[in-house]
């Protein structure tokens, strides 16, 4: 079933012919569907609820959204984590990234804590995190269909995709205020031109610009 069916990605239902041959649809531009790349931290617990309260695996799907956002994983990257890079003991998550980028060790916190011990409860023989009934690892379409269905779930004003966890997670670090290579590192980005996005777009630097 395609997950991206009935949220807006395509210009045409079908496949169209050409020629004799089947053209497949053509992929909206994602300034057609949505207005934004990202979440606020208010519709990212929305989204978690909404994946715990539905479907078979809610608790692995809405901890999949946790871990997503407050590391900033990528797709690849969560369908990837194995028990290894996790310490329980020393609450720490060792973040291997793709894409060239630079790994680093993450803090666990009492939320991450308490859905990982829940998951080894149910999976206790799967060396992936995130794995499938049968204990192999989630599939990238697989995952990008559990943040889609919670987002229709939670009644987000907009299709949802997996990679606006990460956004999330950006601007909400330079709405903190952090230092801009501190996020670079947490997101393990490689060059930090990548990062600033977070911090030109964050509203609060114009906040003084008017004091009515």
């Not at 028990?83 to 973040?95: F, K, R, Y």
Request: glycine share 8%; hydrophobic share 35%.
């Amino acid at each position: 079933m395609n997950s991206d069916k009935g949220l807006g990605t395509t210009t045409n239902p079908t496949p169209m012919r050409e020629n004799g041959r089947v053209i497949p649809p053509r992929r909206k531009r994602n300034a057609e569907v949505r207005s934004r790349e990202h979440l606020e931290p208010s519709e990212v617990a929305k989204l978690t609820l909404a994946a715990k309260r539905n479907g078979r695996y809610g608790h692995r799907d809405a901890a999949l959204i946790r871990f997503m956002y407050r590391h900033g994983l990528r797709v690849s990257e969560a369908c990837a984590l194995r028990w290894d890079a996790i310490s329980l003991e020393a609450a720490t998550l060792a973040v291997s990234r793709l894409k060239r980028g630079t790994p680093s060790v993450h803090p666990l916190r009492g939320p991450e804590l308490r859905d990982l011990r829940e998951i080894r409860r149910q999976w206790p023989d799967s060396p992936y995190v995130f794995c499938s009934e049968r204990g192999g690892p989630l599939t990238a379409r697989t995952v990008r269909d559990i943040v889609a269905r919670a987002g229709v779930a939670a009644n987000l004003p907009m299709p949802v995709h997996p990679h606006m966890l990460r956004h999330a997670l950006g601007y909400y670090l330079a709405g903190l205020g952090f230092d801009t290579r501190a996020i670079q590192a947490y997101l393990g980005h490689r060059s930090i031109t990548h990062t600033v996005r977070y911090t030109e777009m964050n509203p609060d630097r114009f906040k003084a610009f008017f004091r009515d």
